[in-house]
């Protein structure tokens, strides 16, 4: 059973550092092809991604965000790590990180999420 | 960035009853596209990949269809439980994965 669980401060000061951990279990991010990702919910709003972490170490980050994002992982401890430098209260959402599986498509893979975690809510306030 | 637009906003249907979801991407995402349902308090959950393969253990009255830029979500007979938010998501071009705004699906 695949299961991720989200970890963090719930409570971050503007320009601070926030450092969030996605402890997963299941899966290996050593396995070819396994990939984990961050989005995250405003309240009231919709999802957003923010970074993605491959098997092989590659990562991807949302353009918008690519300067305050930063993602890492520890296969020995099946954990994700994602850092967000100077938060800002139109940061404060629920964030979520998520398995992503993959479709083999006329020769190419794409990948779509397809386990969750159940988020960790973060509010951004002196 | 791809933008992915959804429609309408908030539906009302009645228990029993068809309901269809309309996603529309700004440019051709081919049928790399799924379909998330959230419920409040909750983390998406995701139902439908490829466009149109149902996600393990998602019941058949949930069914995805299109390709290119348009694409819909039916449920054909609405149990109390599908009443939620519904989102889709393209992957076909990373980073970024885009999101819809979301369909709300209420209780009429």
């Known amino acids: 059973q695949v299961t991720l669980r989200e970890s963090g401060p719930a409570l971050v000061k503007p320009t601070q550092t926030l450092t969030l951990t996605c402890s997963f279990s299941?899966?290996?991010?050593?396995?070819?092809?396994?990939?984990v990702s961050w989005i995250r919910q405003p309240p009231g709003k919709a999802l957003e991604c923010l970074a993605r972490i491959d098997w092989d170490d590659d990562k991807f980050y949302s353009p918008s965000l690519k300067t305050r994002l930063a993602i890492s992982k520890d296969t020995s401890k099946n954990q994700v790590v994602l850092t967000m430098t100077n938060m800002d209260p139109v940061d404060a959402a629920t964030y979520y990180c998520?398995?992503?599986?993959?479709?083999?498509?006329?020769?190419?893979?794409?990948?779509?999420?397809?386990?969750w975690g159940k988020g960790t809510t973060v509010t951004v306030s002196s | 960035e791809i933008v992915m637009t959804q429609s309408p906003a908030t539906l009302s249907v009645s228990p029993g009853e068809r309901a269809t979801l309309s996603c529309r991407a700004s440019q051709s995402v081919s049928s790399n596209l799924a379909w998330y349902q959230q419920k409040p308090g909750q983390a998406p959950r995701l139902l439908i990949y490829?466009?149109?393969t149902r996600a393990t253990g998602i019941p058949v009255r949930f069914s995805g269809s299109g390709s290119g830029t348009e694409f819909t979500l039916t449920i054909s007979s609405l149990q109390s439980e599908d009443f939620a938010v519904y989102y889709c998501q393209q992957y076909n071009n990373w980073p970024p994965a885009t999101f819809g705004q979301g369909t709300k699906l209420e209780i009429k």
């Open positions: 998520a398995r992503m599986s993959r479709q083999l498509v006329r020769g190419k893979y794409y990948y779509y999420m397809d386990v």
């Open positions: 490829g466009a149109s």
């Open positions: 299941g899966f290996s991010l050593s396995t070819n092809g396994m990939c």
